[in-house]
């Protein structure tokens, strides 16, 4: 063997001994972790501090109404928590659509010397290594609304299979569990959108009888919606049933009418328009279904969940939890079940609420309120 | 009839109709029903507000140096947001509300007229930059909430349709493409028998002979930049009583679409030459393709793949006639 080859294979010798022996290294930690319990790995060290705390909050687009609306949630609790001298400073930072742009900006929340940093990701995993470098930082990292891959931070998520199970489930039953039946989905790609298009298959395999005709993109989004089923509406000439995403309940009737055709049996949505068609068709036999997915359900039940944590609460067992659909093996994951159900017996009720609250805004707002949230919590 | 025959093949407008007709006829295979008078008259009505968009490009694009208008899809929202706060479900507040939305539209897209006509700034970066300010105005006026509603004129405007009976058939035509029809009208009197067609085709074509023979090039090509605001704002408008209610979110998919039509419709980008009936050919094809691929289950991923192919043949066989012309 000539010296050239010794030159290549020492290295190649010596480096293998260096990934074995960080490997076994590397896995002893993990088994330490795994007997602590994950959760109480994923809050090592961030807890019991004395308030008030500063609160980072890293949000990705903000040129949606969702968004705008959610933003204004967060901030109506936080100065609940101000009031009670909790919290000191509540930073936001808007990222667009821009993964690289939230790395850096959360980077800079770090910085800032935040307690607390609630995160609305743009990213499944992009954001699991700057995740990372808070968590070495002693900063509680909670996320909100969209699950991410990362199992050494608490993730509170809405859940949206459930969710739309349920819708499904009300327009096949309004069915008698017969009949031809057309989806319009939301945004073709998006996870959120992969969850409830599993939610709605699933349910659809429950009822033999529901025949699928097909499906489509509704972008969640009202025009798209409206125009979309406009073309479905002439390629179909028999529509029993509809189920919508929210959003795309309100473009849908206005196809149908505007197409002269017969509502079929559909669900609703929870947005304020859509109330007000409801609630002046009310009386001409309309009939509905929706449930709230309020924009500061998530965000507001981690700020709430939160600081809790920090002032050294404990949390019961049982909410944050391993999921097998989403790959986390940790107990890190709380999918919460949305819990308001309108329906023409409550529809006005809630609608007034909505206009004393909120006024004009399309969102129904709803999320957990601090006797719920201290439930949760020892 | 070859010289006929190449007349028809080489004349853009007339190949854009063609490629509309044969779009249907293939809907009509894929999905029965299509070309049933009802649908057609849903995709154009559906085609009204990416025609009445692309008439803004057309105007910009013809006015030549390189004339393109991305902050269109702005000015839609824009349109949307001013008259659904003034019109606030009332009829009465409509012609108020028309003036502002074509007043506010005007002097908007005279702001990115001004930029590339005065400071010489490049079309696509002045209006791209426009656009994303327009859109932020429109969040920061509104702070997300949507705030006011359309009126029951606006909405029998934007959805609704006019019935009209032949013997004992009655049919239905939405209003939109009844506006449609006197707005491509007036455009082709103004443009061909106007001196507003002659200084626009004049600083397209040839910006310094226009100049020589005493048009105020750069105040005009500021004009028709105000112009296309002006359009695209009133889009927006009608937009308003098609949905009912305003939504920030509405009107950027309007934007390249906007620009697509003009090519279809084959108007070239050098400026100076075309018209508005290519343009509305081209609003109809990409309509009537997003049409038909709605109804079939392709997925998002499957459409915009068909959508890509199908702009991609149509613009190189558009650019291989243009070089052996």
Redesign the interface.
Known sequence: MSKKWLVVLIPILLLTFVVIFNGSGGSGDKGAEMEMGALQAALEGKLDKEPPYDVGYSNGL????W???MIDDIQKDFQLYKGQGLVDKLLIQHSGNEVELQVTQIRNLINSGIDLLLINPNSQSALNPVIEEANERGILVIICDQRITSEDCLQVIPDIYQWQSDVAKYVFDGLGGKGDVFYLSG???SPANTDRDNGFMDTLAQYPDINLL????GNW????S???M??????F?KIDGLVTHDGEA??SI?AFE??GRPLPVMNGEAMR?FFEYWLEHKDQGFESFAITNSPGFASNLCLGIGVRLLQGKQLKDGYFKTDDVANITTDTLFLVPLTEYITNDNVEEIYQRHMNYR????YIDIWYTQEQMDALFE | MRGMLKRIVTDRVIVAFILVVLLFVIGEFI????I?F??VM??L??SFFLGLISLGQTLVVISGKEGLDLSVGGMFVIGIVTSAAIVQGSDSNLPLALIAVIATGFILGLVSGFGVSYLNIAPLIMTLAWGIAL?GIA?FTT?????G?ASPILETIG???VKVSFGSISVGIPWVVIIWIIIIGLVHFLMTRTRFGKVLYGIGANNRAAELSGIRTRFQRMLVYGYSGALSAIAGMI?LG????P????GY?YVLPSAVAVIIGGISFGGGAGNYLGTVAGAIFLTTL???L??L?L???GRQVVIGIVLLLLLASYARGKRES
């Not at chain 1, 006024?359 to 399309?362: K, L, S, V």
């Open positions: 903000i040129t949606h109404s968004r705008t609306q945004y073709d790609g097909g499906k489509a993109n989004d009202p025009t798209t409206q125009q979309v406009a073309d479905v509406l002439a390629a000439p309100l473009g206005r505007a197409a328009p006024g004009i805004a399309d | 999905v029965p029903g299509f049933a009802r649908h849903t995709v009505q559906a859109r969040l702070k997300g909430v949507h705030y509603k959805l609704g349709s937009m098609y949905v009912g209610e939504n920030i979110n509405l998919t997003e049409s038909i709605a109804t289950q997925g998002e991923g």
